[in-house]
C-alpha cells in the first residue's frame, strides 16, 4: 500500500520564495498524515508558463537553488517536484525532480512539448530521453509531464512496458469550457488501458490571460476517480492505493532508481476516497472569472479595481465578479451618464452598485463633450455627427477611469464581451482602456447566463430590468446593439465558427445570410488592429483573442 498526496497548489511566475514556500507547507502537511509520496504540479518551484524569464541564465540557476533548499525538507518522504533543469550544454528542460531523505534521487525530462494555442514550449525547452523509472518499495511508478499523457505513443508506455503500475502526472493545463471532461475522459483511458493507477495533479490560479483550474485526479486502474481535488482552489489530496508488486517488464535493474524511505512506515487508518464536489458548466466559467481576476490583481500588486458601471448586463456581471474576487470595499464603480444615457440605466447603475455594496462615483460627461465639440466645431464643419463623435464619449470615460486609476492606483477593468471584440463594437482608447479584461472571452450570450447564474446563487444583486432590456452603448439617441449587429444568439454562433472552429465563409453560408456572414467575417478580421492593443483577459474558451488567435494586422488574404 502506498500513500500518496496530490499537492495542487497556486504558484507564482517567478515568485521562487513564495512557491517555495508553498511547497514546504505541504509537504509538512503531507508527512503529518504518514504520506510516502507528495507530488506538485508543472513548474511548480518558478510557476508557469515563465516564458522569456527562461532566457535569464541567473533565474535559472535561481530555480536550481529553491529546488536545493527544498531537498532538506525530505527527510522519510519522496517529493515530486516540477524545477527548470540545465545540462551541461546549458540547454533547457520542462522537468521533475524526485527528491527523498535530502537528496536529489533523480530527474524526468518532459518529452512532449506542446507548441500550439497558448503553449511556446519550444522556444525555451528540449525534449527529454532515456527516461527512468522509478520505484518505491519494490513497487514501479512512472512520471510523465502534462503532454507526455496525451501522447498516444511515448513516456507512459514505455513505463506500463516495464512494469510501472502506477502513472504521475505534473500539469499545468490551463482551463476553457471543454477541457475537464476531455481531461477526465482521457485520464480514465489510460488507467484502463495501462491496468494502473494514475495520479494526476494540475495546477490553479490565475496567470496573465490563463487560469489553471485543478481539479487533480487519482484514477483506478478501472478508470474509477477514486479522488478528485478542488476546482479553482488549492487542496491536498491524500489517498491509499495498492499498486501490488510491478509487472515484470522490459525494464533492466539499472533503469529503475530506488527512492525508499529511511524511516520505518507507520500504522494508520486507510484513507480510500477523496472527492469534492463538482461544478457544472457556468459554475466552473464563473469561478474562472473570479479566480483569474482575484490573481491578476493580487499578483501584480492591486488592492482595489475600478470600472464603469453604465447600467448594461455587461458592466453588471464585472462588477458582480470583481466583488467576489477582492471584495465589495476593493471595488469602486463610476457612473459617466450623458446627454444619450436614460433615467433607467442611471437608475440600474445605482441599484447595481447599492446591491453589491460597492462605491460608486458620478461623474457626468455632457459639458466636457461640449467642451471637445466647441473645441473643434471649426475642423469638422461641414461633417455630419457620426461614429467620431459617439467614439469621444467613450473616450472621455476612458480617460476618466485612467485618471482615477493613476491618481489612486486602482485597477481598471474593462467590461466589453468577446462579441463585441470579436467584431471591433468597442472604442479603442474608450470602453477598451484599462489593466484587465474580464469578460474579453465570453460571448454575449453566455454574458446572460453568468448574470443569471449570479441571481440564483443568493440575493438578486442583478437588477431584472438589466436582464431584460435591449443592449444599447446609449452614445447617440435611442441606439441600439442590433442596428449595428445582428442578435447576439446568431452573432455568437458565427463568431465560434469562424474563431473557434475555423470555418470558412462558405461553410458558415450555409446556415447565414452570404453578405450577413461576408460582413461579420470582414468586422472581425478588421478589428485585429484594435485586439492587439487591448489588455489582457481571461481565456474561457477552446480559442480566445490572445495568444490562441494570432491573425496578421497587415493581411490582405480575403475568401471573398
Given at each position: 500500500?502506498?500513500?500518496?498526496?496530490?499537492?495542487?497548489?497556486?504558484?507564482?511566475?517567478?515568485?521562487?520564495?513564495?512557491?517555495?514556500?508553498?511547497?514546504e507547507?505541504?509537504i509538512r502537511?503531507?508527512?503529518?498524515?504518514?504520506?510516502?509520496?507528495?507530488?506538485?504540479?508543472?513548474?511548480?518551484?518558478?510557476?508557469?508558463?515563465?516564458?522569456?524569464l527562461?532566457?535569464?541564465?541567473?533565474?535559472?540557476?535561481?530555480?536550481?537553488?529553491?529546488?536545493?533548499s527544498?531537498?532538506?525538507?525530505?527527510?522519510?518522504?519522496?517529493?515530486?517536484?516540477?524545477?527548470?533543469d540545465?545540462?551541461?550544454?546549458?540547454?533547457?528542460?520542462n522537468?521533475a525532480?524526485?527528491?527523498?531523505?535530502?537528496?536529489?534521487?533523480?530527474?524526468?525530462?518532459?518529452?512532449?512539448?506542446?507548441?500550439?494555442?497558448?503553449?511556446?514550449?519550444?522556444?525555451?525547452?528540449?525534449?527529454?530521453?532515456?527516461?527512468?523509472i522509478?520505484?518505491?518499495?519494490?513497487?514501479?511508478?512512472?512520471?510523465?509531464?502534462?503532454?507526455?499523457?496525451?501522447?498516444?505513443?511515448?513516456?507512459?508506455?514505455?513505463q506500463?512496458?516495464?512494469?510501472?503500475?502506477?502513472?504521475?502526472?505534473?500539469?499545468?493545463?490551463?482551463?476553457?469550457?471543454?477541457?475537464?471532461?476531455?481531461?477526465?475522459?482521457?485520464?480514465?483511458?489510460?488507467?484502463?488501458?495501462?491496468?494502473?493507477?494514475?495520479?494526476?495533479?494540475?495546477?490553479?490560479?490565475?496567470?496573465?490571460?490563463?487560469?489553471?483550474d485543478?481539479?487533480?485526479?487519482?484514477?483506478?486502474?478501472?478508470g474509477?476517480?477514486?479522488?478528485?481535488?478542488?476546482?479553482f482552489?488549492?487542496?491536498?489530496?491524500?489517498v491509499?492505493?495498492?499498486?501490488?508488486?510491478?509487472r515484470?517488464?522490459?525494464?533492466?535493474?539499472?533503469?529503475?532508481?530506488?527512492?525508499?524511505r529511511s524511516?520505518?512506515?507507520?500504522?494508520?487508518?486507510?484513507?480510500?476516497?477523496?472527492?469534492?464536489?463538482?461544478?457544472?458548466?457556468?459554475?466552473?466559467?464563473?469561478?474562472a472569472?473570479?479566480?483569474?481576476?482575484?490573481?491578476?490583481a493580487?499578483?501584480?500588486?492591486?488592492?482595489?479595481a475600478?470600472?464603469?458601471?453604465?447600467?448594461?448586463?455587461?458592466?453588471?456581471?464585472?462588477?458582480?465578479?470583481?466583488?467576489?474576487a477582492?471584495?465589495?470595499?476593493?471595488?469602486?464603480?463610476?457612473?459617466?451618464?450623458?446627454?444619450?444615457?436614460?433615467?433607467?440605466?442611471?437608475?440600474d447603475?445605482?441599484?447595481?452598485?447599492?446591491?453589491?455594496?460597492?462605491?460608486?462615483i458620478?461623474v457626468?460627461?455632457?459639458?466636457?463633450?461640449?467642451?471637445?465639440?466647441?473645441?473643434?466645431?471649426?475642423?469638422?464643419?461641414?461633417?455630419?455627427p457620426?461614429?467620431?463623435?459617439?467614439?469621444?464619449?467613450?473616450?472621455?470615460r476612458?480617460?476618466?477611469?485612467?485618471?482615477?486609476?493613476?491618481?489612486?492606483?486602482?485597477?481598471?477593468?474593462?467590461?466589453?464581451?468577446?462579441?463585441?471584440?470579436?467584431?471591433?463594437?468597442?472604442?479603442?482608447?474608450?470602453?477598451?482602456?484599462?489593466?484587465?479584461?474580464?469578460?474579453?472571452?465570453?460571448?454575449?450570450?453566455?454574458?446572460?447566463?453568468?448574470a443569471?447564474?449570479?441571481?440564483?446563487k443568493?440575493?438578486?444583486?442583478?437588477p431584472?430590468?438589466?436582464?431584460?432590456?435591449?443592449?444599447?452603448?446609449?452614445?447617440?439617441?435611442?441606439?441600439?446593439?442590433?442596428?449595428?449587429?445582428?442578435?447576439?444568439?446568431?452573432?455568437d454562433?458565427m463568431?465560434?465558427?469562424?474563431i473557434?472552429?475555423?470555418?470558412?465563409?462558405?461553410?458558415?453560408?450555409?446556415?447565414?445570410?452570404?453578405?450577413?456572414?461576408?460582413?461579420i467575417?470582414?468586422?472581425?478580421?478588421?478589428?485585429?488592429?484594435?485586439?492587439?492593443?487591448?489588455?489582457?483577459?481571461?481565456?474561457?474558451?477552446p480559442?480566445?483573442?490572445g495568444?490562441?488567435?494570432?491573425?496578421?494586422?497587415?493581411?490582405?488574404?480575403?475568401?471573398f
Amino acid at each position: 500500500m502506498i500513500r500518496i498526496a496530490a499537492a495542487q497548489m497556486n504558484s507564482t511566475v517567478g515568485d521562487l520564495t513564495g512557491n517555495r514556500q508553498k511547497i514546504e507547507n505541504n509537504i509538512r502537511r503531507a508527512k503529518k498524515q504518514n504520506t510516502d509520496i507528495v507530488v506538485f504540479p508543472e513548474l511548480a518551484i518558478c510557476g508557469y508558463p515563465p516564458e522569456d524569464l527562461l532566457y535569464k541564465d541567473h533565474f535559472v540557476r535561481d530555480n536550481i537553488k529553491v529546488l536545493r533548499s527544498l531537498m532538506t525538507k525530505t527527510t522519510g518522504i519522496t517529493a515530486i517536484v516540477g524545477f527548470v533543469d540545465i545540462d551541461k550544454k546549458k540547454k533547457l528542460y520542462n522537468a521533475a525532480a524526485v527528491i527523498c531523505d535530502r537528496r536529489l534521487k533523480g530527474v524526468y525530462r518532459k518529452e512532449e512539448l506542446p507548441n500550439y494555442g497558448v503553449f511556446d514550449e519550444k522556444r525555451y525547452f528540449e525534449s527529454g530521453k532515456n527516461n527512468k523509472i522509478f520505484s518505491i518499495d519494490k513497487k514501479c511508478f512512472g512520471i510523465s509531464i502534462c503532454e507526455d499523457m496525451w501522447a498516444k505513443k511515448g513516456a507512459c508506455q514505455r513505463q506500463v512496458r516495464a512494469g510501472a503500475r502506477l502513472l504521475i502526472n505534473l500539469s499545468a493545463s490551463p482551463y476553457d469550457v471543454g477541457k475537464l471532461k476531455e481531461r477526465e475522459k482521457l485520464l480514465k483511458k489510460r488507467a484502463r488501458k495501462a491496468r494502473a493507477f494514475v495520479c494526476y495533479v494540475n495546477l490553479i490560479g490565475g496567470q496573465d490571460e490563463l487560469v489553471f483550474d485543478g481539479g487533480s485526479l487519482i484514477i483506478n486502474p478501472k478508470g474509477e476517480i477514486i479522488a478528485s481535488g478542488k476546482q479553482f482552489d488549492e487542496d491536498l489530496i491524500v489517498v491509499d492505493i495498492d499498486i501490488g508488486h510491478s509487472r515484470g517488464g522490459e525494464t533492466q535493474i539499472s533503469d529503475i532508481v530506488s527512492v525508499n524511505r529511511s524511516l520505518p512506515r507507520e500504522e494508520k487508518q486507510p484513507i480510500r476516497k477523496h472527492l469534492s464536489k463538482r461544478l457544472n458548466r457556468d459554475e466552473r466559467i464563473y469561478q474562472a472569472l473570479v479566480l483569474g481576476t482575484r490573481d491578476y490583481a493580487r499578483k501584480n500588486g492591486f488592492q482595489e479595481a475600478v470600472l464603469g458601471l453604465s447600467g448594461g448586463i455587461d458592466s453588471s456581471l464585472v462588477a458582480a465578479i470583481a466583488v467576489d474576487a477582492l471584495g465589495k470595499d476593493n471595488v469602486i464603480g463610476v457612473t459617466m451618464p450623458s446627454q444619450y444615457t436614460s433615467k433607467g440605466t442611471r437608475t440600474d447603475a445605482k441599484k447595481l452598485s447599492d446591491n453589491l455594496g460597492v462605491r460608486l462615483i458620478e461623474v457626468p460627461i455632457e459639458r466636457i463633450f461640449k467642451v471637445y465639440l466647441f473645441e473643434l466645431k471649426n475642423k469638422l464643419k461641414e461633417t455630419k455627427p457620426g461614429l467620431a463623435e459617439e467614439n469621444l464619449q467613450a473616450r472621455i470615460r476612458g480617460d476618466i477611469l485612467m485618471t482615477f486609476s493613476n491618481k489612486f492606483g486602482w485597477l481598471v477593468l474593462t467590461t466589453g464581451n468577446k462579441s463585441e471584440v470579436a467584431v471591433g463594437y468597442c472604442t479603442l482608447y474608450g470602453d477598451m482602456t484599462g489593466g484587465f479584461a474580464v469578460i474579453k472571452d465570453v460571448p454575449k450570450t453566455k454574458v446572460y447566463d453568468l448574470a443569471k447564474l449570479k441571481n440564483l446563487k443568493g440575493k438578486s444583486v442583478i437588477p431584472a430590468s438589466v436582464l431584460k432590456r435591449a443592449p444599447s452603448a446609449e452614445l447617440r439617441a435611442n441606439q441600439k446593439d442590433q442596428d449595428s449587429l445582428p442578435p447576439y444568439d446568431v452573432l455568437d454562433d458565427m463568431i465560434k465558427e469562424y474563431i473557434e472552429k475555423h470555418w470558412s465563409f462558405r461553410k458558415m453560408a450555409r446556415k447565414n445570410n452570404l453578405d450577413l456572414v461576408k460582413n461579420i467575417v470582414t468586422m472581425v478580421d478588421r478589428s485585429e488592429y484594435k485586439r492587439r492593443q487591448a489588455p489582457p483577459g481571461i481565456k474561457i474558451t477552446p480559442r480566445a483573442f490572445g495568444k490562441d488567435w494570432r491573425l496578421p494586422i497587415t493581411n490582405r488574404y480575403k475568401e471573398f
